[in-house]
């Protein structure tokens, strides 16, 4: 293979060579052309469903869902202030605002008409309740039916009181059993009238005891009190809007249209709703506004990590010019190689959008992995060709020797780089693909830069200059190491051997403590508002948003369905249609009729008749005189009978009543008792008029319908087709994994096809996880076939992987010490760190093989893999400038991975040569060596014919 690599590189350095400006003018006119390209037609995608392969089982769910209900991830503004009526109307003026955005938004819900529901509102509620309404209004007419001049206003109770009073009336005991109810009922209503006209905010005793016979205390809740049209009204007006805590908390959501999912597009709605939202803010600044919804966090996501990539790049770039410039003391020669570092990267651009037709958020992090990786081969070559021209050699020599020696291993390192890259095309995550096609291509261009057209601009300026310049200016930029540093380095080899070796056994022990961070929310900028906005969300009752979702072909499936959801330990609630229809309706029509003929057969006043307050009190005191005096004329027989003792008790509670009603209206100016009258009774009676004519309206004729209820709940819950949907609704956080896995377990026990944003994440990072931990797997086994394949020795393949072993033991190790855990976006490093370690262990291992000499920094093999690994530490560690946490973690991992690979081939892996070096004392060439220059001379390809005399001497005598 070597001596494949030889022939075919010194052949492609002599064409650079001999056609310099034909070279460049091709890379420069491939470099517009890519730069136009990349100009006008390169996108970045951050759209979660574009990352999964759409014909998975996991993913085709989720897509037939959106399909049948024509759903999509949804906008969500939050609106927050301790006002719940003003936090309705801000609401209400988000959501006409937002309509006013379509067709960039759709489906806009700030509220829901309920008002078709009122006429049938009693077949909402239960079986039971119905019951009790049916006993209460029977309660009602029986007891208007009793006393048929009896109206429900104060005046003709106390008229029907005194009536009662009368001695005839009372002397006979079969009326008793009518007086001593009506009694009970009149006493809670003189205290409640009581406390009306005293303008008391709490009433003594509820007004609908003047009919249903229970004293003292307020009334239960099935009272037809609560049943009047007010309340009813009220009801609705609880429930049109999304609210949370106690009215706190408003949702309004809207979805996107159905051109502005992603792109321009979605960044122009979002730009739009928030100019609107800040608007609204300085209309109601005592509201608190805020945006999240997974297009938000989408679109912030992808804004960030952008913009913090291009940052980064720009760093990366900066820091390494200045490296190149204090190490070689000059920009010119490192200067053409940053500039074919550029055209690299058009290129590679160019090609992403050419054949995949985009990036994605995973993938756009390749631009400035390009910049920290691919340098390094211009390095190694800019690296040998100035250690030749330093020794004297022309540059077309120096080219085609650095091409011969330098060149294989360059393109050993950075095949190896890219195959560990293209492995990840092996898995069914899409979004990963995607990265292993552009990352792997992207070295492969850095490849064919850094051997063709570089070598051809070294050519173009150094090619007509004195060879004597060339070579003072080469000794000034190569430097070579200084004696003290080969003597620090090789002190104590073993001692750095056997540390080495125990670090690595304890990061081995710590390793499989290893963890993962499944929640996607920590990779986000928290300070970002919808991330903080979102995280308020999960952390409320709203975060019913975050829900399962079962598809039921018809409604007695749907029915088994809910049910067995409801029985699951992990579910918190189950909406559905059936949530929203009453149920057992026709049972329910049943007991509805009856209430409905029953109060029709009583009349009932709508309007309170014109109150006297004199009269009333007219009343009260002739009542009062009368209690007083059948008190004291039932004491004297209460020893002779039990009709006397009951007259004492009775009156015993009446009296004190009257008292009450009497001081009340005392002293009141006769229009302020009028009013004060009105008012009272409107508060004790009126409520049973409003509850008994709001029963009236109430229509039997059919049950609620699908057509009764508002438009946004019906599509919501039924699809064009006919199928049912069903949300679950989590008891617990379903971002932390563990509550996620119980809850998808659970419900796949009911539906195995159930999908919504739970069951994503549970599979999207799964797969995730497992396709990197795959490719990893890939890249390894394929960078050994390679490396074996290129030293055809099994030892110089250990070596050459070692330091990439001992790297991913130290940075396990680390990572358990300092709690850094995997993630889905910083677990890429797993394949990404064995490609481009393993390549500083080849171009150690590649040099002693070349030289037989442990010190690395005797050449410019040493100084070249310092800079390599110095241009991806920057490279990979300006990703730590990040505000999102997914490209700093992947930045941090990144960098100490490199750092930990360039320890490990420039520190320990010499010690090992060194060891060999000095056991066979007296041997310039210990190790079994690949054939050398002047062998492959003779051969019949003739790889390196044509090599100066000089060269192949030099060569000869390594």
């Not at 022309?394 to 085609?400: F, I, K």
């Not at 709690?819 to 291992?845: D, E, R, S």
Request: hydrophobic residues 45%; contains cysteine.
């Amino acid at each position: 293979m070597k001596r494949l690599l030889q022939w075919l590189l010194v052949r492609l350095m002599r064409l650079a060579v001999a056609f310099p400006g034909l070279v460049l003018l091709a890379a420069v006119v491939v470099t517009g052309f890519s730069a136009w390209v990349v100009a006008t037609r390169l996108r970045v995608i951050n759209d979660t469903n574009a990352l999964i392969r759409a014909d998975s089982p996991i993913h085709r769910n989720y897509l037939a869902y959106r399909q049948e209900f024509r759903a999509a991830e949804e906008y969500l503004v939050t609106i927050r202030s301790p006002d719940p009526e003003t936090n309705k109307r801000a609401a209400k003026a988000l959501g006409e605002q937002l309509k006013g955005l379509e067709p960039l938004v759709q489906d806009v819900t700030y509220r829901f008409d309920f008002s078709g529901l009122e006429k049938r509102a009693l077949l909402f509620l239960e079986l039971e309740e119905l019951a009790k309404i049916e006993t209460e209004v029977g309660g009602y007419i029986n007891a208007l039916a009793a006393q048929p001049k009896m109206k429900l206003n104060i005046a003709s109770v106390l008229s029907q009181a005194n009536e009662k009073f009368q001695a005839s009336y009372l002397r006979k005991k079969e009326n008793w059993t009518e007086f001593k109810p009506f009694i009970g009922r009149f006493v809670d209503m003189l205290n409640e009238m009581a406390d009306a006209v005293a303008q008391n905010p709490a009433p003594t005793v509820s007004a609908a005891t003047v009919t249903n016979g229970k004293q003292g205390g307020n009334a239960p809740d099935t009272d037809l009190a609560r049943l009047r049209a007010d309340d009813i009204q009220k009801l609705i007006a609880d429930h049109e809007y999304i609210s949370y805590e106690d009215g706190h908390l408003f949702l309004v959501t809207a979805a996107p249209g159905f051109n502005a999912t992603d792109g321009p597009a979605r960044t122009e709605t979002i730009r739009k709703i928030r100019e609107i939202i800040k608007y609204l803010g300085a209309d109601y600044p005592e509201v608190s506004f805020g945006l999240t919804g997974e297009p938000v966090l989408d679109e912030d996501q992808l804004d960030q990590s952008s913009v913090d990539s291009i940052h980064a790049a720009e760093l990366a770039f900066g820091l390494v010019a200045l490296l190149f410039l204090l190490s070689y003391r000059e920009l010119r020669r490192p200067g053409l190689g940053l500039l074919v570092l550029v055209m690299a990267l058009f290129w590679s651009l160019a090609f992403a959008v050419l054949v995949i037709g985009h990036l994605n958020i995973i993938s756009q992090a390749f631009v400035a992995m390009v910049l920290g990786m691919g340098i390094d081969f211009s390095i190694q070559i800019m690296g040998r060709y100035e250690e030749e021209l330093a020794n004297g050699l022309s540059v077309r020599e120096a080219l085609e020797v650095t091409a011969a020696h330098t060149g294989v291993a360059v393109v050993t390192g950075g095949s190896t780089t890219a195959l560990a890259f293209f492995t990840m095309c092996f898995n069914d995550f899409i979004g990963l693909r995607e990265f292993g096609i552009i990352a792997g291509s992207g070295i492969l261009f850095c490849l064919v830069g850094a051997l063709l057209v570089l070598p051809a601009a070294y050519a173009w300026i150094d090619g007509k200059k004195d060879s004597g310049a060339l070579r003072e200016t080469a000794l000034r930029s190569n430097w070579s190491s200084p004696p003290w540093l080969n003597r620090a380095l090789f002190r104590a080899p073993r001692t750095i051997l056997i540390g080495a070796l125990l670090i690595a056994t304890g990061a081995a022990w710590l390793a499989p403590r290893v963890g993962f961070d499944y929640n996607l929310l920590n990779l986000q900028d928290p300070t970002l508002e919808s991330v903080k906005e979102e995280e308020a969300l999960v952390n409320s009752p709203a975060r019913a948003f975050l829900f399962g979702l079962s598809i039921a072909d018809n409604s007695e499936q749907a029915a088994k369905r809910i049910a067995a959801f409801e029985s699951l330990p992990t579910v918190g609630e189950v909406h559905s249609l059936s949530s929203v229809l009453p149920e057992k309706q026709e049972e329910k029509q049943t007991i509805v009729r009856r209430i409905v003929q029953r109060i029709q057969s009583i009349p009932v006043d709508r309007e309170p008749p014109p109150f006297k307050g004199e009269q009333v009190q007219t009343a009260v005191q002739e009542l009062l005189a009368k209690s007083r005096e059948g008190l004291a004329a039932a004491k004297r027989y209460v020893a002779l009978a039990q009709q006397a003792r009951d007259a004492v008790e009775i009156f015993g509670k009446l009296i004190p009543a009257l008292e009450h009603l009497e001081g009340a209206m005392a002293n009141l100016s006769p229009a302020e008792l009028n009013s004060r009258l009105r008012n009272a009774n409107q508060r004790v009676f009126g409520s049973m008029q409003s509850g008994l004519s709001w029963l009236r309206t109430q229509d039997t004729s059919r049950g609620v319908t699908v057509a009764d209820l508002p438009p946004e709940i019906a599509h919501r819950y039924l699809s064009p087709h006919g199928k049912i949907l069903i949300e679950v609704l989590p008891k617990e956080n379903v971002w932390n994994r563990e509550a996620d896995v119980r809850f998808v377990r659970d419900l796949r026990t009911v539906d195995p096809n159930v999908t919504g944003t739970p069951v994503q994440n549970y599979e999207y990072i799964e797969l995730l996880r497992s396709s990197y931990v795959q490719a990893a797997q890939w890249a390894f086994l394929a960078i050994v076939i390679v490396i074996f394949l290129r030293f055809q020795h099994l030892g110089y393949t250990l070596l050459a992987i070692l330091p990439l072993g001992l790297a991913v033991l130290w940075t396990l190790g680390t990572m358990v010490l300092f709690h850094v855990p995997f993630n889905p976006a910083n677990i890429i490093t797993l394949p990404l760190a064995i490609g481009a370690g393993v390549a500083y262990g080849i171009y150690t291992v590649d040099r002693f093989c070349e030289s037989g000499r442990a010190e690395l920094f005797s050449s410019s093999t040493g100084k070249a893999i310092l800079l390599s690994g110095m241009t991806a530490v920057i490279g990979f560690g300006s990703l730590m400038i990040s505000s999102y946490r997914g490209l700093f973690g992947l930045g941090l991992l990144m960098t100490l991975s490199i750092g930990f690979c360039l320890i490990a081939s420039l520190v320990v892996l010499p010690q090992i040569f060194w060891l060999v070096c000095h056991r066979r004392k007296g041997e310039e060439q210990l190790l079994p060596l690949p054939p050398q220059p002047r062998e492959l001379a003779r051969s019949p390809e003739g790889a390196l014919e044509g090599l100066p005399e000089e060269a192949r001497a030099r060569n000869g005598r390594s």
